[in-house]
Nanobody, 114 residues
Framework: QVQYVESGGGLVRPGGSLRLSCAAS????????MSWYRQAPDKTRELVAT????????KYTDSVKGRFTISRDNAKNTVYLQMERLKPEDTAVYYC???????WGQGTQVTVSS
């Protein structure tokens, strides 16, 4: 079955950086777009970034433009999210999945705090 395993989250100070990874399995990863989402406490889940099957970023939500970079390695069935200049409002649980797929992983917690 489809699985997503997110990792790389943690506690970081404002202005810091983190790199999230998501290992996907159970489907032909290389032919699907992939996205990162996040859900902050008491907020709805939002789309953060999307990358095409061939590795072209196609979407960043306005609040992360210029700070976050989505990438992928089709040989490793893995999608990444490089996050720079982190802000407290980036605090959330981050998830990845193929857009349109019903499955969700457990997510990885990112906390930005001094």
């Amino acid at each position: 079955q489809v699985q997503y395993v997110e990792s790389g989250g943690g506690l970081v100070r404002p202005g810091g950086s983190l790199r999230l990874s998501c290992a996907a399995s159970g489907f032909t990863f290389s032919i699907y777009d992939m996205s990162w989402y996040r859900q902050a406490p008491d907020k709805t889940r939002e789309l953060v970034a999307t990358i095409s099957s061939i590795g072209v970023p196609t979407k960043y939500t306005d609040s992360v433009k210029g700070r976050f970079t989505i990438s992928r390695d089709n040989a490793k069935n893995t999608v990444y999210l490089q996050m720079e200049r982190l802000k407290p409002e980036d605090t959330a649980v981050y998830y990845c999945k193929a857009p349109g797929d019903a499955s969700w992983g457990q997510g990885t917690q990112v906390t930005v705090s001094s």
